[in-house]
């Protein structure tokens, strides 16, 4: 068990991983896209009570193709996207990997919404990709 360290560009939030996330996925859809300011966000798919932050963050409530609400926090401050909660997976948080202090020994095995991917992106190796989201 790996503790992983984190948080946001300006340090007003900090975070916690205190187990090896479920999954690490990649997520090319259009919110994700637009709320990370890239091409895509690279998500750790972590247990809730894994997760453990301080400082506050500020959410937007977004809908996506589930029809289902997601919290997306960010740093009030900076705006740095820090995690997300959907409804969709409960007692899961979704961290976003750009904010962790060190990313090594994590590999997307997963992509999805790739029918949103940029026509540059090259598919990660190994990773199982779905057009749109992976079948419950």
């Not at 360290?5 to 637009?34: F, M, N, S, W």
């Not at 932050?53 to 937007?60: A, H, M, P, S, V």
């Not at 899961?92 to 990997?97: E, G, N, P, S």
């Not at 090259?122 to 990773?127: N, T």
């Amino acid at each position: 068990m790996k503790v992983r360290e984190g948080g946001c560009l300006c340090g007003t939030v900090r975070y916690k991983v205190k187990d090896e996330p479920q999954a690490v996925v990649i997520c090319h859809c259009t919110h994700c896209r637009r709320a990370s300011g890239s091409a895509f966000s690279v998500n750790l798919l972590v247990k809730e009570g894994d997760y453990e932050q301080t400082g506050e963050t500020k959410f937007l409530v977004d809908t996506g193709d589930s029809g289902q609400p997601s919290y997306r926090h960010f740093c009030g401050n900076c705006g740095s996207p820090i995690m997300t909660k959907a409804t969709n997976l409960l007692g899961m948080v979704l961290v976003k990997a750009g904010t962790l202090d060190e990313q090594d020994g994590l590999q997307p095995r997963v992509e999805i919404y790739t029918e949103h991917a940029m026509k540059w992106h090259v598919p990660v190796a190994g990773a199982v990709r779905f057009p749109q989201a992976p079948p419950a």
